[in-house]
Every structure is written in structure tokens, then in C-alpha cells.
């Protein structure tokens, strides 16, 4: 899934701030967890917790990363999908995001896209309807991935082990 990386465009060119990895990550499951509620839907939810991943930004082996935390609701009637995603529209500003893309994404299928960042500009979630028609075996669903924005982890740290 590309896009996610719409944290920290700009201030990847600057040096990454050292963070302790466990709080950045369940600051990131905190994001997705909230982002769930806004949806407020009855379906399946993909668990997958939230994992390192070098920043493509900076030259590989420099011990700067994100976590990363994809997830996906799914099992859920198209409709209801659809005004969960007006529901993140409404929602998200309201609890201090900021959206950034309200539109199609660049896909082929030209999915409806919302990215939107974190009031303090360390989290971006991008949050994707794939709606299935009538009589599709696959179910539609609402794919999320929350990132945080690039860091280096404290000494110590648990890089790499999730």
C-alpha cells in the first residue's frame, strides 16, 4: 500500500529525533484504536500491532525508522462503509487531525482516500475505501495504515522485534 509516507516529507531532510520505541508504538495502536471508533462499524478487524520499518528517506542501515501499523475492517455492508468514512470527515478534525487528501487515490480503481496527520505532526493515517459490488465474493472493506513519523530509537531499543 503506497502513500503512508505523508509524515514528515519535509523534516525527513532534517536529523530524526531519538524516542522511545514503545511509546511511539502504542502511540500508533492509540491512533488506529481511535480511528476504529470513529468508524463505529459491526465487522471484522484485521489485528496485526504496529512494527518497525526503516524510513526509505534516510540511507539504509542509519537506524532510522517508523512503526507502521496496517489494518483493515472489513465484513461490512458497502453503505455502512460509506458513511464511516463521512464519519471520519467529521470526526477526525474533531479530535484534533488534520486532512490532508479528501479524494481518489492514485490507483487505477481511484479508491476514496482520506490521509489526515496528527494535531502534533508525528502521526499520519491513510484510510482507504474498497467497496465491492453487489454479488462479489470479496467483501468490501476500510484499509488503514497509521505511521508515525520517522525516529531513531533510543539506546536499547527493540528495533526489529515488533
Not at 495502536?29 to 489485528?47: M, P
Amino acid at each position: 500500500m503506497g502513500g503512508c509516507s505523508q509524515v514528515s516529507g519535509e523534516k525527513d531532510e532534517k536529523k530524526a529525533a531519538v524516542r522511545d520505541e514503545r511509546a511511539v508504538k502504542q502511540s500508533v495502536e492509540r491512533a488506529s484504536s481511535g480511528i476504529l471508533d470513529i468508524l463505529a462499524v459491526k465487522g471484522k478487524v484485521t489485528r496485526s500491532g504496529a512494527v518497525a520499518t526503516p524510513c526509505s528517506s534516510y540511507p539504509e542501515g542509519s537506524g532510522v525508522h517508523r512503526m507502521r501499523h496496517p489494518w483493515s475492517v472489513y465484513g461490512v455492508p458497502g453503505d455502512d462503509l460509506e458513511q464511516a468514512m463521512d464519519r471520519l470527515r467529521t470526526q477526525l478534525p474533531a479530535k484534533g487531525w488534520k486532512i490532508v487528501k479528501d479524494g481518489p487515490d492514485k490507483s487505477r480503481a481511484k479508491l476514496p482516500q482520506i490521509v489526515a496527520n496528527s494535531s502534533d505532526g508525528r502521526l499520519s493515517a491513510d484510510l482507504r475505501l474498497w467497496r465491492e459490488p453487489a454479488g462479489s465474493e470479496r467483501s468490501s472493506m476500510i484499509e488503514a495504515t497509521v505511521v508515525s513519523e520517522c525516529f531513531r530509537s533510543e539506546a536499547g531499543g527493540t528495533t526489529g522485534t515488533g
